[in-house]
């Protein structure tokens, strides 16, 4: 399976601190939330899975500077993985460093089966602001909307609206972009106005409550893509509702 046949995932939580347990029990929320799924692998620098007979304490111990190492499914064909990584304070917004989760799925049935499951327990287990889970091809038009110098001037694909660079936003709750599926906390919500009775009908429709009270908005009934129209028109519209996102709003 090529890098362009993939589910991204990432959420963006508070930095981890020391004797921090997120780290595993977020990978064993991952396992639960995803039926079927072990992920008792490492991947050799030329690529080759390697299995991990004890991956909770290799695990464990290779937690470390901010992040935690990747570990995967073994599986060549059909490849599942999860690691995390700090962004310094000085690309994070409000100058709070913050623990990135980036992990992929197959956009197979089972993987989008499980997709929203596992993006809310990642995202709950994590401690997550937001985060989100598309499909390769859409979450690289949606990076390209970053603005992360003045100079930039280049114009965003599709017509989509310039975001600014997360250094430049005011407070880490705030989401920087939308995506397929997006997670936010409770306090992401509170700051970008969702969920309004009145505007978000279509939204609600495919949205659910978390236990930690945030929210899984899903923006299309189908995987996002930015070639159909119909998706096209929903993420605009998205943005249009939600100007905190990606601190485009004054306010």
């Not at 464990?60 to 310094?88: A, H, K, Q, Y």
């Not at 304070?89 to 990135?100: D, H, K, N, T």
């Not at 996002?224 to 004054?250: C, M, N, Q, T, V």
Request: hydrophobic content about 40%; some cysteine; charged content about 20%.
């Amino acid at each position: 399976m090529t890098a362009k046949r993939k589910i991204n995932l990432i959420v963006y939580a508070p930095a981890l601190v020391s004797k921090d347990n997120r780290p595993l029990a977020v990978v064993h929320g991952m396992e639960h939330a995803f039926p079927g799924l072990s992920l008792e692998w490492k991947v050799s620098e030329d690529g080759r899975p390697i299995a991990l007979p004890q991956r909770d304490a290799w695990l464990t111990e290779g937690t470390r500077d901010g992040g935690f190492p990747l570990v995967c499914n073994g599986n060549e064909n059909s490849p599942v993985m999860i690691s995390g990584w700090e962004l310094p304070a000085a690309s994070s917004p409000g100058g709070q460093s913050q623990l990135e989760v980036h992990a992929s799925l197959p956009p197979n049935e089972a993987g989008l089966s499980a997709v929203a499951d596992v993006l809310e327990a990642v995202a709950e287990i994590a401690r997550a602001h937001w985060g989100h889970a598309t499909p390769f091809r859409a979450s690289v038009d949606i990076a390209r909307q970053t603005r992360n110098r003045p100079d930039d001037l280049e114009l965003p694909p599709r017509g989509l609206p310039v975001l600014t660079s997360p250094g430049a936003m005011r407070a880490p709750e705030v989401p920087h972009r939308l995506g397929w599926l997006n997670y936010w906390s409770a306090a992401a919500a509170q700051a970008i106005g969702f969920p309004d009775p009145a505007r978000d009908t279509e939204l609600l429709a495919r949205a659910r409550r978390t236990s930690s009270g945030g929210w899984v908005v899903q923006l299309t009934d189908t995987p996002l893509d930015l070639d159909d129209p119909a998706h096209l028109d929903a993420l605009k519209r998205a943005y249009e509702r939600f100007p905190e996102i990606g601190g485009r709003s004054a306010s």
